[in-house]
């Protein structure tokens, strides 16, 4: 190529590009600090320095890259330090941010609770968390004001009685969703529990899996409700049936939310179940292999699908790992919208189930001592989380049914609730995490109250999705309305608390994220006042059998602000 004076420019060299940190491909040098703490100390580890040294000299002998790091493959977060307003999230420094105490994740896989454990857990809150317990919508129960002291004793109580916070959070496969209603429900198409217990007992815990780009949520369920959700979980077995084959699973891989949504991809296979824990194997590995390691917000297992695609993903998997060619599964039909299980229903032994909603998940250890006092009066031993935040009871004899649902109500937890109750969850928000900008389960109970009073005629489900900071535990992209928490300027120029919209989310048969409105944010005290307008336009202006995310796709934007 000739310059502009006529001389022969040099051919410049392309530029080599710049490695991921794939340890399949050579690049085993950690590539952050990460990287560089779990190369240098495998984080399941620290369990013994927390038992012999930081529980016994106290907080602050813990060493910072403990604390901030490798604590979380045992379950511990530092909760967020009380008085530090919203906006000082972001400009703070990790130790300005947080109090002596702890966050604890108990993992409940399969959300599946025998009494003992429930009361296990309600002693704990009771002694060591300040009555303080959330379920989460992975089906966790967590602890907030833990000392660091009381970890020990902890985890002796829960291990005796069949629980854990092992890998509760890091890098690593987290708690397993599973159908509240696996091997009870008379829908269901397979009970995946098997397969949940196996991947627990071999995986959970095995150094050869401790070490992934990031967090992995799996997900196995064999109602055709995609009650686990299974589009956004980086795995996850969804019951099917194949015309040849029988019953068995759906393979998704690479969902995942936060700040950079993708809904999982079906892989079109079909899976038996006592295959699960061999494919969960292999796709877990395929992430500890392939996975991206030099930025943390590309290590999730969606960018690496959204690269190579699903035929290449398929293709790794059955000859680098299984070995074998997977069966060919046509699409399975999807359900409307996610199944909840809130209600009471009949299960496939002529007993029956009764789904509960508490208030956003918040709860407590005094209200999970009653729940259980109310269970075994009823004749039950068997209680279930779902991924909803809410509690199933099981195996409920038919003349005991409505006794225990009004017993249950009389302590705040309703098998009947308005549309508003069941369908509104929020995360922990500012009150405890280090991350959030905003209250969340306040600002929601409150919200739930007034749209209650103001409209009690809604008869059409609308979910209320309420986050405190973008990373969307709280699932706000899926949502009929989500709402993140930002700060906003109010009428007379004040910096309040308020939250970004996202309109018409879905998850099931028409899965989507929702629509953002441009420049429109809404002050957190004007949110009754919003959400009543939305609800009434769309009750006013639906067609028949109209969803509310259907209505928003079609609806005029003014109207949507």
Known sequence: MASATGTESPQRRPQPRRGEGQWALGYREPLNANEQSKKDDNPLNVRARIENIYAQRGFDSIDPGDMRGRFRWWGLYTQRKAGIDGGRTATLEPEELEDKFFMLRVRIDGGQLDLAQLRTIADLSQAYARDSADLTDRQNVQYHWIDIRDVPTI??????????????C???????????????????????????EQIERQFIGDHAFSNLPRKFKTAISGHPGHDVVPQINDIAFSGAVHPDHGPGFDLWVGGGLSTNPMLAQRLGVWVPLDEVPDVWRGVTSIFRDYGYRRLRTRARLKFLIADWGVEKFREVLETEYLGRTLIDLAAPDAPETPADHVGVFPQNDGRFFVGAAPTVGRISGTLLHQVADIVEAHGSNRVRTTPMQKLLVLDVEKDQVESLVAALADIGLDARPSQWRRNTMACTGIEFCKLAIVNTKDRAKDLIAELELRVPELDSPITVNVNGCPNSCARIQTADIGLKGMLVNDADGNTVEGFQVHLGGALGLEAGFGRKLRSHKVAGDHLPDYVEKLARNYLEQREDGESFARWVARADEEVLR
């Open 155 to 168: 985890w002796e109580r829960l291990e005796s009685v069949g629980l854990s916070t092992q890998e509760a």
């Open 170 to 196: 890091g890098d690593c496969p987290r708690v397993i969703l599973g159908s509240p209603v696996a091997g009870v429900s008379r829908d269901e198409i397979i009970d995946g529990t098997t397969a949940i």
